[in-house]
């Protein structure tokens, strides 16, 4: 099976006002999934079998089949799995009590895994250095422990349309995970020349009617078997299935590729969750992002949408932030402490939730935790040696971050909330690249004021001493100055020009009281210009 021979389309499709009726489920439909079949046995014969009589492909029926975490199933070589395309394909982890997984070796060559429900289950994908492109495609993650898909050491993996869930009882346990004891949908470690493409990470059951309009077809399988699943089968399936620390973790990976996908954890709207960040990017080189919807991942230090630590070479382009942001920390858990050649391009960043379901955290008035945000951890921490880090603008002047580039994001806030700004931290002036195409799309910091649709500059948590914004809010000092060189040929010439997706459409947030904001929203004009 070559990966590169399917075709993908991004044409949207037009968002139907219409909700889907029920499923009608008959006896005969339901009766498969009545117990489950002690499978682990079969399915490694299975498997084995089609290994040795080079047959590439082990097709499983619908149904639901128990494997168990002791024994973890090994997909041989030369071999792919695929699920039915009629009623869901069920794996589940025998007594739910832990993960099992299927384990893919560097052996097997130019694999998919594809159309099939994992419950508790998990694919570790160990060393492999493919010389074709394996894939995990179309397939409906539930749980999976520390994450659903795990890949280390390898390169050419594409994971593609799939949805990653994860309910209460498998929350995160530990404020701050570590590699070992992570909660998320994607794990990647020393990963190379990979895509993660098309998935929805994080749902409320009772809204996923809404997405199937404006999701590529790819989602249409398991958004089909998801369906099923919570209709037809008495699977004590809980609505809340958002409860992913991170949609997807990277450690040491270069030439990673994030794009069209949905993370929405947006139970924050109405209490708060255990989270980490969306996209987490630790010692990674070569990080394309762009395109996404995120929303949900409170803008905080155990928050944000992209969390780049010490990274290099990093593009966010043309991608939908709902109440989160991108943060860019040099810090020691890395390779290399630096951030550099960051080029963040054609962002929509909308504020929407109150500060009374924020975290309780006295750094969320201040720089830390902005819109954009540049910080050195290991400098404000005096080489590590201090606890908490250095907070006010006696921070020293940070030498580990180089050419971070801003051009043409916009900010907007719902009615009655500060929009956020651009935060510099103690980033050298002279490496910052922040054009004067940044604009509020909504009520700026401070109108009336000269080029008050300009997101201002904040540089060493300084700001403007008596003077607040109409809610209470602080206004940075005018230290550091816009560009006015022409960035343009900072942007990858692939990803100019992107449209960001209509994803944000069917995303009410706040509890079901705020509509997105349009990403096509004009740079706010006050009434003098």
Request: proline share 5%.
């Amino acid at each position: 099976m070559k990966f590169s021979s399917i075709v993908y389309s991004t044409a949207l499709l037009v968002l139907s006002a219409c909700v889907q009726a029920k499923l009608e489920c008959s006896l005969e439909q339901t009766r498969m999934y009545e117990s489950a079949l002690d499978y682990s046995s079969t399915l490694q014969d299975m498997i084995d079998e089609a290994s040795r009589l080079e047959k590439p492909v082990v097709y499983l029926d619908s149904g639901l089949f128990a494997i168990d975490p002791e024994k973890p199933i090994v997909l041989k070589k030369g071999v792919s799995l695929k699920g039915s395309l009629n009623e869901p394909t069920i794996l589940t982890a025998k007594g739910k009590n832990g993960t099992a997984s299927i384990e893919v070796y560097q052996d097997n060559q130019a694999w998919a895994i594809q159309n099939i429900v994992f419950e508790n289950v998990n694919i570790v994908v160990d060393e492999n250095k493919n010389e074709d492109e394996t894939a995990i495609l179309g397939n409906l993650f539930f749980n999976g422990g520390r994450g659903s898909v795990i890949a280390q050491y390898g390169e050419k993996l594409y994971i593609d349309g799939n949805i990653f869930l994860r309910d209460r009882l498998h929350q995160a346990e530990k404020e701050i995970p570590t590699y070992n004891d992570t909660n998320t949908g994607v794990l990647l470690q020393t990963q190379k020349n990979s895509v993660v493409s098309n998935n929805i990470f994080g749902m409320d059951l009772r809204k996923m009617d809404v997405l199937e309009p404006v999701v590529d077809a790819q989602l249409k399988k398991p958004l089909q078997d998801l369906k099923f699943i919570h209709e037809c089968l008495d699977r004590e399936l809980a609505d809340e299935q958002g409860y992913l620390a991170s949609g997807l973790q990277m450690y040491f990976s270069k030439d990673i590729t994030i794009k069209e996908n949905i993370m929405n954890a947006t139970f924050p709207d109405t209490h708060p969750i255990p989270q980490n960040h969306g996209i987490s990017v630790v010692g990674s080189n070569q990080t394309y992002i762009y395109q996404n919807f995120i929303a949900g991942w409170k803008i905080a230090d155990l928050g944000g949408a992209i969390r780049f630590t010490s990274a290099v070479d990093g593009y966010v382009m043309s991608n939908y932030f709902a109440n989160t942001g991108v943060m860019m920390y040099a810090a020691v858990h890395a390779d290399f402490m630096q951030v550099s050649n960051m080029v963040l391009h054609n962002n929509f960043l909308y504020r929407f939730l109150n500060p009374e379901v924020a975290p309780v955290q006295e750094q969320l008035a201040g720089w830390l935790y902005e819109g954009f945000t540049f910080f050195d951890f290991y400098t404000a921490r005096l080489n590590y040696t201090i606890r908490p880090p250095i907070w006010n603008s006696s921070v020293p002047l940070s030498p580990w971050g180089w050419h971070i580039v801003l051009s043409e994001n916009k900010f907007g806030a719902s009615e009655g909330l500060d929009p956020n700004v651009i935060s510099l931290g103690n980033l050298d002036p002279n490496e910052a690249y922040v054009d004067r195409k940044n604009c509020y799309v909504t009520e700026p910091l401070m109108p009336g004021s000269e080029h008050d649709e300009r997101i201002p500059l904040l540089w060493k948590q300084t700001y403007e001493k008596g003077v607040y914004t109409k809610h209470g809010g602080k206004i940075p000092q005018k230290i550091m100055e816009h560009t006015s060189d022409d960035l343009a040929d900072q942007i990858p010439a692939h990803l100019r020009n992107l449209k960001i997706p209509d994803y944000w459409r069917v995303f009410t947030l706040k509890n079901d009281t705020i509509p997105m904001l349009s990403p096509d929203t004009p740079c706010y004009r006050s009434k003098k210009q």
